[in-house]
């Protein structure tokens, strides 16, 4: 097994809440794992991105090669562009549909779309919308692990039990919703692509 | 039994310092080491063990405390990015000739590629410069483990050592394998040469000449170390010569097994029998090192006669910036299909300015009131305000070191500019700016500082600011006159209060001072937040 994971943002969206479930779920499946961060300046507003591998033998880079990630994971559209040589032949962008404007230059939103619909394999969701509806927006990071889910080999069971670790300390209800959201992501991409 | 913790690698280093026996961290915030200290705050062991964990006001203050520390016999931990060790220049490279007592690992964090940094120097020159040991670890194990090494090593060798990462391994995450029995602290324990930190020439000498000798010491345990290590290879055509992490990136391309011999470096000086071994074995030598070609250049030699050395000086490997596993296949030739490439309409999104966050404030007044003086006459310094350089604002004109923007202000008044403005930080300002302000107050040069102070060490995640609650009387303890110094709440509401001041200020012939004050908005958002 080995699964190689682009995740992409702007600095502030809290990407590093998906990534912390996905570790905490390698932890518990035994697999090695490694994961490089943005901190620093990027924080303030900028395009920030996360290295996420995670393999049943040794990793030795820390970034991914071109070419190799199953997945782009993005919680902005825009940004699911930026890392596209990164993206393997067979590999999926999953990404939220809501822009954050927060630059002048920002393209047309139809332009980014239309661009994200023309990739050979795409789920793209409302995120804000899906965690809404499953009970707060603030959810929505765990929409898009969700709806990622299906694409990583690690079982649904394992991934809710590490929002369970990494939500725990924040009550009962807190994780009950995380836990919704993360399954009706799930639930959104595999109608989609059972499509 | 172990215990094995998902640490980033800044995190792996902070656990095996206390793993190691650390009575003390002390560091000043800097991207990308600031999280060492970090954890260290928040860590159980330390908290109950009570290991001095404050941060200081400046990277020179922190070393120079940590001497301190290890002078009384116990074990420190010193913390800070590359460009701290330029502060801390001064202490460091003399308390090589001094020695130390207990245990001391200098951690230096490099930014190749300039991430968040000016530059992108290299740190190991500093440790040749110095003549001390550095270690550079290839991982997160290597890096807990060498920071348990180095403070055994360095207390041995009452030397202090240097550990060096760079940005990737400092923020990325993977298992550390913990050791089962922490190391006890060490007691009080005075040195044995009561003359030893005394640098009076004589005696100055003498240690200079203590830290010469121990160079073969150095170099033996380079050669021996677990950490330093020759794979062999089939393919003799080529040999390879890793650097810290630049190993990873090249064992990424040969996951199974290197077709090529290789020296894996960990720790320096540099590990002459399997450097002179490879160099035997093989017909061209490849060197691959983060950040500075300093390895390439010491194989390579002045005349260059020897094998052909392969890396950033030939264009083998880009001058400057970080590696990664596509560059380094490239350098080994590797076939790479091509990628899809990215949008060429794609926006950039660098990074701006918090909505709410009161520089805002402070810049829109700053342009308008200099609208009517033209451009190029802000100077200013290192923090989140020198977003202010970017687009929407474009307000400032210089950023190059800690507090040069208050002695950068007087030099230009000095020159006749007029008006000459300075805008720094709080942190920025005690970290490096006091002195400068100083040097305005006795020659009464004509300049407006302002101080933006959002009570916080902002870019870094929100330390606390060493100045808290006094920079007024800071300033007026150096001798800036009380009519001259000015406090308002950064709000779009008193704009026209602090439209009015600078006016005020700069048409004032000596020194103003002009401080918009509020809380930096992400650390009231945390406050908030519990």
Not at chain 1, 135 to 152: D, E, Q, R, T, Y
Not at chain 2, 41 to 49: G, K
Not at chain 2, 438 to 462: A, Q, R
């Amino acid at each position: 097994m080995k699964c190689d994971i682009v995740l992409s943002g702007v600095g502030g969206q809290g990407i590093l809440s998906i990534a912390t479930v996905l570790g905490q779920a390698a932890v518990t499946n035994h697999l090695y794992l490694k994961q490089a961060e943005t901190h620093g300046m990027s924080q303030r507003g900028g395009a920030v991105q996360s290295y996420l591998r995670l393999s049943d033998k040794e990793i030795f880079s820390d970034l991914i090669p071109a070419g190799e990630a199953q997945l782009i994971l993005s919680v902005e559209p825009l940004e699911s562009l930026r890392y596209l040589p990164f993206l393997s032949d067979e590999g999926y962008v999953i990404t939220n549909t809501t822009p954050y404007v927060n630059i002048p230059d920002y393209p047309d939103v139809e332009k980014v779309m239309e661009a994200i619909r023309a990739l050979p394999r795409v789920i793209a969701i409302d995120a804000e919308e899906v965690a809404r509806e499953a009970g707060n927006v603030k959810a929505s990071n765990m929409v898009m692990l969700g709806a990622a889910s299906p694409f990583i080999e690690l079982s649904a069971e394992s991934l809710e039990e590490g929002i369970r670790a990494i939500f725990g300390r924040k009550g009962e209800e807190v994780v009950n919703l995380n836990l919704r959201a993360f399954r009706a992501g799930r639930a959104f991409a595999n109608q989609k692509r059972n499509d | 039994m172990t215990t094995k913790k998902l640490l980033l690698g800044v995190e792996a280093i902070g656990q095996g310092a206390i793993d190691g026996g650390i009575s003390g961290v002390y560091a000043y915030p800097g991207t990308p080491s600031t999280e060492i200290t970090e954890y260290i705050q928040e860590n159980r062991t330390a908290i109950d063990r009570n290991i001095h964990r404050q941060w200081s006001a400046n990277e020179k203050t922190a070393m120079e405390a940590a001497l301190g520390m290890s002078y009384a016999g116990k074990r420190t931990l010193v913390c800070m990015k590359h460009v701290g060790l330029n502060v801390a220049a001064d202490v460091f490279m003399n308390i090589a000739v001094t020695g130390i007592n207990g245990g001391m690992v200098i951690t230096v964090a490099d930014d190749p590629s300039m991430h968040s940094s000016q530059n992108e120097q290299d740190t190991r020159y500093y440790g040749k410069f110095a003549m001390v040991p550095v270690f550079e670890p290839a991982n997160q194990q290597e890096a807990y483990d060498m920071t348990q090494t180095g403070l055994e090593l360095s207390e041995q060798w009452g030397i202090p050592v240097l550990l060096r990462i760079t940005t990737r391994l400092a923020h990325s995450r993977s298992g550390v394998n913990l050791v089962p029995q922490p190391q006890p602290e060490n007691g009080i324990r005075m040195p044995e040469d009561t003359m030893q930190f005394v640098l009076l020439p004589g005696n100055a000498r003498k240690r200079y000449n203590h830290l010469l000798s121990s160079q073969t010491l150095f170099q033996k345990a380079a050669d021996d170390s677990p950490y330093n290590r020759f794979e062999e290879g089939y393919d003799r055509s080529l040999g390879i010569v890793c650097c810290g992490i630049a190993y990873n990136y090249y064992r990424e391309n040969f996951p199974a097994r290197s077709p090529y011999p290789v020296v894996k470096i960990g720790q320096y000086p540099l590990p002459e029998k399997a450097l002179i071994r490879l160099e035997a074995e093989v017909d061209e030598i490849l060197v691959l090192e983060e950040g500075y070609p300093i390895v390439e250049e010491q194989l390579r030699g002045f005349y260059g006669r020897g094998r052909k050395i392969l890396g950033r000086l030939d264009g083998t490997l880009p001058r400057a910036g970080e590696l990664n596993p596509d560059l380094v296949a490239a350098a080994l030739k590797l076939e790479r299909s091509e990628r899809a490439g990215i949008p060429s309409w794609l926006a950039n999104r660098p990074p701006a300015l918090c909505k709410g966050c009161g520089h805002h404030d402070t810049y829109k007044a700053l342009n308008e009131v200099m609208e009517e003086h033209g451009r190029g006459k802000v100077f200013s310094d290192i923090g989140c305000y020198t977003l202010g350089a970017l687009p929407p604002y474009n307000s400032i004109y210089s950023c190059v070191d800690m507090g040069a923007s208050v002695t950068m202000a007087k030099g230009a008044a000095d020159a006749g500019l007029f008006p000459s403005i300075a805008v720094i930080g709080d942190s920025t300002f005690t970290h490096s700016g006091i002195t400068g302000l100083l040097d305005c107050v006795n020659e009464k040069s004509n300049v407006v500082l302002i101080i933006v102070d959002n009570e916080s060490i902002s870019m870094t995640g929100g330390q606390d600011s060493s100045a808290f609650g006094r920079l007024e009387s800071i300033c007026l303890g150096v001798g800036v006159d009380p009519a001259h110094l000015h406090v308002l709440e950064a709000l779009p509401k008193n704009h026209e209060q602090m439209v009015q001041l600078l006016r005020q200020e700069i048409a004032w012939n000596g020194v103003s001072v002009i401080i918009p004050r509020r809380e930096c908005i992400q650390k009231m958002a945390r406050r908030k937040r519990g």
